[in-house]
């Protein structure tokens, strides 16, 4: 049976790709060589760093004066390696979800944490809008897509500091103006690649103002440096990732796959808000385009590990919400095709006239 992959990651990446990272596997460049068996350093690997660099520029239109780099750890190492590269005396955060309350946190190490807001009271379920950015912070954080919650900030923040955003879950999914970021970073494996590497866009001139120590594998200018090879980097996570980024081209570049993600969203959208049986948890105004979250409807809250069954038996996978919103949560990451949101419309209204 078909499968319709809506996991919220490791998740789904474009079949191609992951055919051709099989092949790279077998026969890295019909080299007679394994691409896990040849060194970082070999002359055909330098080139898929190269290029997966200039492909990240390329696409999300990245202005000068920008580095990008990757590294390993996961964005959860980029949690500490944030403050411990910016962070002076004093950072802001703004507190939408578990993400951004852990990269807070982390940051408190270091110095004075101003919270600027926080939707904890409200599960999370929106963005606060109404807050004010102390101006001698060392820098904002922000989360753009709240994986868990299904809430995302789809427009660029204006800050009089610098602005850092965790974009792991929405990262190429929309034009982002990366002009107006001090750091942007995330994890491989929600839209661009297998778990394992991070990748990290940094303004370089914000490098070089802490005044402590910071450990040579934790400092950006190493990695900066050394162009991710300071180090043995994750070697196939970055390749799987350039293939993305080469699919991602081919498909029109995000312009194209933003087109995409939208009518995705609107089509699964429409059919929650015009349900009786299901319902959406987030804010309407900040509805996430990359993870959909929704629960039954109060009455009908006891036929959730049904209607759970029924779609696993149709082909849904990884649609159950997260243990701290509960009920569905299906993430139309990229790679997802519409056919697969259609399959789950399908599937949610035939379940409704059955049991409604
Ligand atoms: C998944 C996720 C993380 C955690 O990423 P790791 O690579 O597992 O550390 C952090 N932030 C957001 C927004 C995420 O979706």
Aim: charged fraction near 25%.
């Amino acid at each position: 049976m078909k499968k319709h992959n809506f996991n919220a990651g490791p998740s789904i990446l474009p079949r191609e790709v992951i055919e051709k990272t099989a092949q790279a596997v077998l026969d890295f460049e019909n080299d007679g060589l394994s691409i896990l068996e040849i060194s970082h350093r070999a002359k055909n690997f330098q080139p898929v760093i190269d290029e997966a660099v200039a492909l990240f520029k390329e696409l999300l239109n990245i202005p000068e004066g920008y580095s990008v780099i990757f590294l390993g750890g996961g964005a959860s190492l980029q949690f500490c390696m944030i403050p411990f590269n910016f962070m002076e005396k004093k950072a802001a955060y703004l507190n939408t979800g578990v993400w951004a309350k852990k990269a807070q946190k982390e940051a408190k190490g270091f110095g004075e944490v101003v919270e600027v807001a926080s939707s904890a009271d409200a599960n999370y379920t929106f963005i606060p809008k109404d807050f004010t950015i102390p101006s001698d912070a060392d820098y904002f954080h922000i989360t753009t897509n709240n994986t868990i919650y299904g809430t995302e900030l789809q427009k660029d923040l204006d800050s009089p500091v610098p602005l850092i955003a965790d974009m792991s879950s929405d990262i190429f999914s929309r034009p982002v103006d990366v002009s107006k970021y001090g750091v942007i970073y995330g994890g491989a494996q929600k839209n661009l690649g297998p778990a394992g590497v991070t990748f990290v866009i940094i303004k370089d001139e914000l490098l070089g103002k802490v005044s402590r120590y910071i450990p040579t594998m934790l400092d950006y200018r190493t990695h900066i440096k050394e162009g991710s090879m300071f180090n043995t980097p994750p070697v196939l996570p970055i390749y799987t990732s350039l293939l993305t980024l080469k699919w991602l081209k081919e498909q029109g570049g995000i312009q194209a796959i933003e087109k995409k993600n939208i009518a995705k969203a609107e089509l699964l959208y429409n059919a929650i808000d015009n349900s009786k049986m299901f319902v959406g948890t987030a804010s309407k105004e900040d509805r996430s385009r990359m993870n959909i979250c929704f629960v039954m409807q109060e009455k009908y809250r006891d036929l959730e590990a049904d209607f759970m069954k029924f779609a696993t038996s149709k082909g849904m996978v990884g649609i159950k919400g997260h243990r701290s919103v509960g009920g569905f949560r299906a993430s139309c990451y990229n790679a997802l095709p519409i056919e697969s949101v259609q399959a789950l419309v399908d599937c949610m209204a035939e379940f409704e006239k059955n049991n409604a």
